[in-house]
């Protein structure tokens, strides 16, 4: 190479490295000018669930700390029904600021494989921020009621098909999909019936309305200590620590009857990475508040932070892994 061309090959060098320092240098200044105006007004989450639930009261809970954390309010917007569809497509189409997050659960990898058609894309069209928590599913039936283990329950559906009525809430909800999953793996003839929330299935199962219900053991619980709801067995791969005596599913014989449900936020799709990192910060620091904790547990449900990048992979995971079940248990497409 002669003189000329290596001195021009220097200069290049030194230009793109000057180049290449000076974009690097920006970049911290262009995630805080992208933050820097959030939050400017009151954070929106929109809860599929109605209110009284444990999705409700673990955004509530998770909420009022965050809204220290942002300097802003952050209001529940509850949108019930259709299997968190409505919910989900109201923000998926809202102003990816940040200022409106969506409550995502087991419910929303459901309605992936659920549903023939979603006016979204529930992977391409939302931005993972953080799991809030985990908890348990339990089978409950009425304290009055004749069963009272969940071989009882099969044991009645076995000799009476059709006969047996199973409480659920929303379609397309976990505990729907687990009612539907129980129905298939115990090999059993029952009616799953669905109610718009947990208050109207709870009181749907006091009222003698159905004869078991398939719900999250959190809302159940102030009942349950109050005698008036028996829990069978619990669904997760180990017993409920509020609960050591109660068996799982699986210890009580029904070994694929394995469910667990969890909740997390999530922001539309084009919402700034420099936000959604924002808001994944506040919630794992509201998430580490001892009270925040214990409140939570009160619900038992086990506060749990995550990356957007480990929430997309649950995500990813668990729309697998419902599709495979809805498809096994032979669930016709809504």
Do not use: Y
């Not at 993972?128 to 339990?138: E, K, M, R």
């Not at 199973?166 to 009612?179: E, K, M, Y």
């Not at 009616?191 to 309305?209: D, E, K, S, W, Y």
Request: aromatic share 4%.
């Amino acid at each position: 190479m002669n003189p000329s061309a290596k001195a021009t090959s220097s200069r290049r060098r030194i230009l793109l490295a000057c180049a290449t320092t000076l974009v690097c240098a920006g970049l911290p200044a262009f995630g805080q000018a992208q933050t820097q105006g959030f939050p400017s007004k009151s954070v929106r989450i929109v809860v599929p669930f109605a209110a009284g639930g444990v999705g409700d009261l673990t955004a509530r809970t998770v909420g009022q700390e965050l809204s220290k954390l942002l300097g802003q309010g952050v209001v529940i917007e509850n949108r019930p029904g259709a299997g968190g569809v409505v919910a989900a497509e109201t923000v998926a189409r809202a102003e990816p600021d940040g200022h409106t997050l969506l409550l995502m659960s087991n419910g929303t990898a459901v309605s992936a494989g659920l549903f023939a058609k979603l006016p979204f894309d529930t992977v391409r069209d939302f931005a993972p921020v953080s799991t809030l928590g985990t908890f348990d599913i339990a089978v409950v039936a009425g304290a009055e009621s004749a069963f009272k283990t969940l071989g009882d329950v099969i044991a009645f559906a076995k000799a009476n098909p059709g006969k047996l009525n199973v409480g659920s809430i929303n379609i397309g909800s976990t505990q729907h999909l687990t009612a539907e999953l129980f129905k298939a793996t115990a090999d059993i003839d029952v009616q799953v019936v669905p109610f718009n929330g947990t208050p109207a299935l709870i009181n749907a199962l006091r009222g003698r309305q159905v004869d078991v219900a398939l719900e999250i053991l959190g809302p159940t619980l102030t009942h349950v200590k109050a005698g008036a709801l028996r829990v069978l067995a619990t669904t997760g791969t180990r017993r409920a620590s509020v609960l050591p005596d109660v068996p799982t599913a699986r210890e009580a014989g029904v070994k694929d009857l394995v469910a667990s449900s969890w909740n997390a936020l999530a922001a539309p799709a084009k919402t700034p990475r420099a936000v959604v990192d924002r808001l994944a910060r506040d919630v794992a620091t509201a998430l580490a508040s001892a009270e925040v904790k214990q409140k939570l547990a009160n619900l038992n449900v086990d506060a749990q932070a995550s990356t957007p990048e480990q929430t997309a992979e649950l995500l990813a995971a668990d729309i697998k892994r419902w599709t495979g079940v809805i498809d096994r248990a032979g669930i016709p497409r809504q």
